[in-house]
């Protein structure tokens, strides 16, 4: 069994920066691709970034290109999420996710349904 936890979330204004943290406990975390996924009321749960296990490979849902950025450190059994340039529409809250199953070092998914393990998610406000 893996326990991930997040934190770092909180009330930013619009073009703030804030920079989440994931700490795994638990099992092999360095094998697992990693992802964040967000919910904001009333929605369904969405793709916000992923990663493979060696960090080889990145992935970003288009809104947020170029703003967020998703890196890991095995040693630490941590995964980030740094997102800058915040707008309202980033409110939410965020998950980490864990990929438990074997995959090469380039592979990571953009799927919910994929990820075996879950955080119990932080708030982002965004207020404009």
């Known amino acids: 069994q893996v326990q991930l936890v997040e934190s770092g979330g909180g009330l930013v204004q619009a073009g703030g920066s804030l920079r989440l943290s994931c700490v795994a406990f638990g099992r092999t975390f360095s094998r697992y691709a990693m992802g964040w996924f967000r919910q904001a009321p009333g929605k369904e749960r969405e793709f916000v970034a992923a990663i493979s296990w060696s960090s080889d490979m990145t992935d970003y849902e288009n809104s947020v290109k170029g703003r967020f950025t998703i890196s890991r450190d095995n040693a630490k059994n941590t995964v980030w999420l740094q997102m800058n340039s915040l707008k309202p529409e980033d409110t939410a809250v965020y998950y980490c996710?864990?990929?438990?199953?074997?995959?090469?070092?380039?592979?990571?998914?953009?799927?919910?349904?994929?990820?075996?393990?879950w955080g119990p998610g932080t708030q982002v406000t965004v207020s404009s």
């Open positions: 996710a864990g990929d438990a199953a074997y995959h090469s070092g380039t592979y990571y998914s953009t799927v919910a349904s994929e990820y075996d393990y």
